[in-house]
């Protein structure tokens, strides 16, 4: 009988549940699979820590947001004799193949392992739907939709207070959910990592709607920044995978429209609420849909492999094209929502 390790790693986002849960059903249902669960992303295998994952750990966990496995962002390869010290658990383990499930970084050792002659196949997991082999990642849909539902409750009190409330989103260097978000919840303006703004037209486009009565919600990416500056950080601290912490641009932003304006500004950084809680059915159905053919390229011996969107069907990518080049806005589809700004 075939051991099966399976993994979650880097930041959580709401289906990966749901992921898990199709992985282990479909595994002992169809393929006659055993699993074995790695704890707290490639701290689990580096340690040898794992959970039973059998159908009763993974009942009832569908709609639950995190990861029963835990998470992490560890990086093997930046720890002496990483590499190794997985393979031996493994081994010792009688683990026969990993499914894998995380972003770029996360893939990326997945795809330096399995050139070491682990098999393992990768399934895309980014709120931030950062990944380019892949049309939409789950955890975006949900996470858009806490923004939108955020940014419609900002309205009404920005307008009883005649305020700017700017919201800052997450997303990293892509703007994809400040986008989606920005135009599902009606923003004044978005601004996005892909295309630094101007302050002065910001503010221009604040006092526009100021002035038709009505008060400006300004939704900003974590990742965006002004022209010819630099990016707004809260700290310049970088994880194991070098990425820097972000965060601060709003406060920044409200403070240079205040002042430009006259009027009062407030930030609200959504932070991790986007990515806490129940998924939306759309991640829900991708997450298992994902976990069902994962399963199978497990089953097919089709490793180093990532299982990816494209249109309405699943499809198999390599490993390392999957993590080769980050998703971001393209400036047509910003065009489209700077015809509501202002
Ligand atoms: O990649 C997902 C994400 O939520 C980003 O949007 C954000 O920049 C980052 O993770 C935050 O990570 P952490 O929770 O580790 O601070």
């Known amino acids: 009988m075939m051991r099966i390790g399976v993994l979650t790693g880097g ?31 490639w701290k689990g295998p580096l340690e040898g820590s794992t959970r039973t994952l059998d159908i009763g750990a993974v009942r009832g966990i569908l709609p639950r947001g995190g990861t029963i496995l835990g998470s992490s962002r560890t990086n093997p390869f930046k720890i002496e004799g ?10 010792e383990q009688r683990v026969d193949a990993l499914v894998v499930i995380g972003g770029e970084d996360t893939l990326g050792v997945a795809a330096k392992l399995q050139e070491r002659g682990v098999g393992v196949v990768g399934v895309p997991k980014t709120l931030d739907n950062d990944l380019n082999a892949t049309d939409y990642t789950f955890g975006f849909d949900t996470a858009v939709n806490i923004a939108m539902e955020a940014i419609d409750r900002l309205h009404t009190t920005a307008e009883s207070h005649h305020r700017t409330l700017v919201v800052e989103v997450m997303g990293r260097h892509a703007g994809w959910i400040a986008l989606h ?46 022209l010819a500056g630099q990016m707004v950080l809260k700290n310049q601290d970088v994880d194991a995978f070098g990425h820097v ?47 069902l053919h994962a399963i199978d390229a497990v089953h097919d011996g089709d490793f180093g492999k990532m299982v990816a969107l494209r249109g309405t069907d699943i499809v198999r990518v390599p490993l390392a094209e999957a993590t080769a080049e980050l998703k971001t806005v393209p400036l047509e589809r910003y065009r489209e929502a700077e015809v509501f700004f202002g």
């Open 245 to 291: 912490r972000l965060g601060g641009i709003g406060q920044w932003l409200a403070e240079q429209v205040e002042s430009r304006t006259g009027k009062e500004a407030r930030t609200v950084v959504l932070g991790h609420i986007q990515r806490g809680g129940t998924p939306t059915a759309f991640d829900r159905v991708l997450a298992t849909r994902f976990g």
């Open 181 to 226: 978000a920005g135009m599902a919840g009606g923003a004044n303006v978005i601004l996005l990592p892909e295309r630094p703004f101007d302050i002065e037209q910001v503010a221009a486009y604040v006092d526009k709607r100021f002035q038709t009565q009505y008060s400006p919600i300004v939704v900003v990416a974590e990742g965006a920044t002004p």
């Open 11 to 41: 930041g959580d986002c709401p289906g990966l549940n749901a992921v898990i849960r199709a992985v282990v059903r479909k595994g002992v249902a169809t393929h006659g699979f055993e699993f074995v669960g790695y704890r707290s992303g």
């Open 82 to 91: 990483g590499a190794e010290r997985i393979t031996a658990h493994l081994a």
